[in-house]
């Protein structure tokens, strides 16, 4: 079955670096979404991809969903604290398929 | 609107205990979920509902059960709690079932077995 792994598991960041996460899948997705989970709170939405090489933004934060639909990056730039938390992607392969969520990346920023 | 709501926000049981979580949705959405989130493990879904008395198994079913008798609410059981329960239970509801769909959590249930 489909299985979305999200790489790093643990970003250690210094305040004004950039980091990139990852989320990957070996089968086709039909879109994809991404949460943020502050420390001690619950998901939230905050973006979806749907189109083959697809970029949004954020402010700071650049989404971009693969050209083959098998993988999903979130860039974030100029990291501040406020950035801290669990980031998880989402991903079905219907349209009609249950999200499946990958383990989160957790990003802790050092002042 | 209070969005999604889940009672209570801790509890500690003791094995072979039992207890029901309670999750409420006030923006009249059609799926709601149950989902586990342990360390490194992520969101796995429990149970979920597409619709009012139409529940179904997720990827983690065993050791729990629900019931939807009202649209608005989505209850999970935990018969005979075990201390590989211990997780934190989280509720989201979004208004239909496409993969498209946002889903929206509530705020979570920190469980203990001991």
């Known amino acids: 079955g489909q299985q979305v792994m999200q790489i790093p598991q643990y970003q250690h960041v210094q305040e004004g670096e950039d980091f990139t996460t990852y989320c990957n899948s070996s089968t086709t997705l039909s879109n994809i979404q991404w949460y943020k989970q502050r420390p001690g709170g619950h998901p939230v939405f905050l973006i979806q991809?749907?189109?083959?090489?697809e970029v949004k933004k954020q402010k700071r934060l650049t989404f971009q969903f693969g050209e083959a639909k098998k993988n999903s990056s979130l860039h974030i730039t100029a990291t501040q604290t406020t950035d801290v938390g669990t980031y998880f992607c989402a991903a079905a392969e219907g349209s009609w398929g249950k999200l499946q969520f990958g383990a989160g990346t957790q990003v802790v920023v050092t002042p | 609107n209070a969005g999604v709501t889940q009672t209570p926000k801790f509890r500690v049981l003791k094995t072979g205990q039992s207890m029901t979580l309670l999750c409420a949705q006030d923006?009249?959405?059609?799926?709601m979920y149950w989902y586990r989130q342990d360390p490194g493990m992520g969101l796995r879904l429990i149970h979920y509902s597409v619709g009012e008395g139409t529940t179904a198994k997720g990827e983690v079913p065993d050791g729990y059960n629900v019931s939807r008798l009202k649209k608005q609410n989505f209850l999970l059981g935990l018969e005979s709690a075990a201390p590989s329960q211990t997780s934190v239970y989280f509720c989201?509801?979004?208004?239909?079932?496409?993969?498209?769909?946002?889903?929206?959590f509530g705020p979570g249930t920190r469980l203990t077995v001991l």
């Open positions: 991809l749907v189109k083959s090489g």
């Open positions: 989201a509801s979004s208004y239909e079932g496409r993969s498209t769909d946002t889903q929206y």
């Open positions: 923006m009249n959405h059609e799926y």
